[in-house]
């Protein structure tokens, strides 16, 4: 299912810092109704992003935050209020970024009474490609979608997962050089998404660059490289998962101990907080079993974890188990739309 697809173009070679997607102070506003008449609403206010040649760049937020406007402005379908959008270079709409994108939309319609081939022709004519450069790419679109094979029967029995494939092939059909993808497996089950996943690093590993819309924070973590949250039409963070989350102010550690004595006893607590200097409150301990316990602390640096260390090895108790809390995504996520809530009330 993921056989590299030739190409006449060899792309594969630009430097990954080359900027596909240039956003700069980007505003978009709608004129709204309420019940005391129009008012504005702000889409998106002074976004700035870049996503670099060659990456899967997640965008992410919650309903409302202004993803779907985003798009459309690359797309060309809606023009800015104010700032400016470039792919490529080219202003976003224009026919030359145009020509170098394909797009997926959240809610793709294909005509039941289509074939994955037959669809595939008709999305090729509308690119204005010829019949013999349709059915190349067909050919090697459908054995990368994992459609090959049943390329012939009518997409009406088509389950979802194999619907959202062959809208990755129509967006891949004229080989672009980026790829738009709106919630490409919202609606999946889980088999669907790996599936869907599967292409994305494969084009990945060719050297496509992906735009993605999700709100599946486990799917976006998986295949990113970099994210952006966007919240109520601002950008709240742009980084690796890594870079975010230095962001966090967490400095949970939990050890998994063994002792002969008890060590959720406030004695024990108040003995490690006079030794350390930290409040006694930052500690926690419970017992899983006789003998095991799990001690979680909440330490400022990595002095305190050194010095926390030296005084249970000093009391002959028994490490085991020393972690220390990384932010996923989800986490990442929540504090950072919270700051934006926060900031807005």
Not at 111 to 120: F, G, V
Not at 134 to 149: F, H, T, W
Not at 169 to 194: F, M, S, Y
């Amino acid at each position: 299912m993921v056989n590299e697809i030739s190409s006449s173009k060899d792309r594969s070679s630009k430097a990954a810092t080359t900027e596909v997607v240039d956003v700069s102070n980007l505003a978009k506003r709608y004129t709204g109704w309420s019940i005391l008449g129009r008012r504005p609403i702000d889409a998106l206010r002074g976004v700035d992003l870049k996503a670099r040649g060659g990456e899967v760049f997640g965008l992410l937020g919650p309903n409302g935050a202004g993803k779907t406007t985003l798009i459309k402005v690359l797309l060309g379908v809606v023009r800015p209020s104010s700032g400016t959008a470039k792919l490529f270079g080219e202003s976003a709409g224009s026919v030359q970024a145009r020509r170098r994108v394909g797009y997926l939309p959240e809610s793709l319609r294909i005509d039941r009474h289509h074939t994955a081939r037959s669809a595939l022709a008709y999305y090729g004519r509308l690119s204005g490609m010829s019949q013999g450069d349709i059915a190349r790419r067909a050919d090697e679109l459908l054995e990368l979608v994992g459609l090959k094979g049943r390329d012939r029967e009518c997409v009406a029995r088509f389950s979802k997962g194999m619907y959202q494939r062959l809208g990755l092939a129509q967006a891949l059909l004229h080989d672009p050089d980026l790829l738009i993808l709106d919630e490409p497996t919202d609606g999946l089950d889980p088999v669907g998404r790996n599936e869907v996943r599967k292409v994305l690093e494969t084009l990945r590993d060719q050297g496509k660059t992906i735009f993605l819309n999700s709100h599946i924070l486990q799917e976006v973590e998986v295949v990113c490289s970099r994210v952006a949250i966007l919240a109520k039409g601002k950008i709240r963070g742009v980084g690796t998962v890594g870079e975010l989350s230095q962001r966090l102010a967490t400095n949970q550690v939990t050890f998994d101990l063994r002792s002969d004595t008890n060590l959720t006893s406030p004695e024990f607590l108040t003995d490690l907080s006079d030794s350390l200097q930290i409040d006694a409150l930052n500690f926690k301990c419970q017992q899983s079993e006789a003998g095991l316990y799990r001690l979680s602390a909440d330490l400022q640096n990595q002095l305190h974890v050194d010095q926390l260390v030296d005084v249970l090895r000093a009391k002959r108790i028994s490490i085991s188990q020393l972690e220390k809390k990384r932010p996923t995504l989800e986490d990442l996520f929540m504090q950072l739309v919270g700051e934006q809530e926060g900031s807005e009330s």
